[in-house]
């Protein structure tokens, strides 16, 4: 049986580009849209972690249905991180409005803090002591212009995605 730790374990790996033009990988992402992530379990925190499996998977296809009619703000970082990667930037900032302060920000922090040194906006991060979307999707749009910093950048979008997976499926856990 494969659950969402198969699927995360798959994915940890992979350092998703920031705007993909291809689906990574086609037969996971059929595997993940029918997938019993969490023994049977549903609801929209189990559609956020199989949205932020698909968009791990470079899938912005698949991942935009199950996050864009759900009203919280854990739905609404999933959605800002898929316009992101659309490169949408102008409609990732909506989204990230709509997040507000979200509790996934302070994993996050310190996934970037201990593993992207070379995170362009490291000094930043400190001196905030939060998670700066914003200014990550500042960061991304600048790339797409410039071609700067691609490897610290996707680094840090993978730990991002990871941070927030993590969250959620710790969210869908404790509610058993």
């Known amino acids: ?52 499996l698909l968009l791990w998977n470079d899938d912005l296809d698949a991942a935009h249905p199950l996050v864009q009619d759900l009203p919280d703000q854990t739905a609404a970082f999933w959605h800002a991180i898929l316009h992101r990667r659309e490169g949408d930037y102008g409609n990732a900032r909506y989204w990230w409005a709509r997040t507000g302060e979200h509790p996934a920000f302070e994993p996050i922090l310190d996934l970037v803090l201990h593993r992207v040194p070379d995170y362009p906006l490291i000094d930043e991060l400190r001196a905030e002591g939060r998670w700066l979307p914003l200014e990550f999707n500042a960061a991304c749009e600048q790339f797409a212009r410039d071609k700067r910093f691609e490897s610290e950048l996707r680094a840090t979008q993978r730990l991002e995605i990871r941070g927030l997976l993590e969250w959620c499926a710790a969210r869908v856990r404790a509610h058993k």
């Open 1 to 52: 049986m494969s659950d969402f730790n198969f699927y995360f374990d798959q994915l940890s790996a992979h350092a998703p580009e920031l705007v993909p033009g291809d689906v990574n990988d086609e037969n996971l992402s059929r595997q993940l849209k029918a997938a019993n992530l969490f023994d049977g379990r549903s609801g929209p925190m189990v559609d956020c972690c199989r949205a932020g």
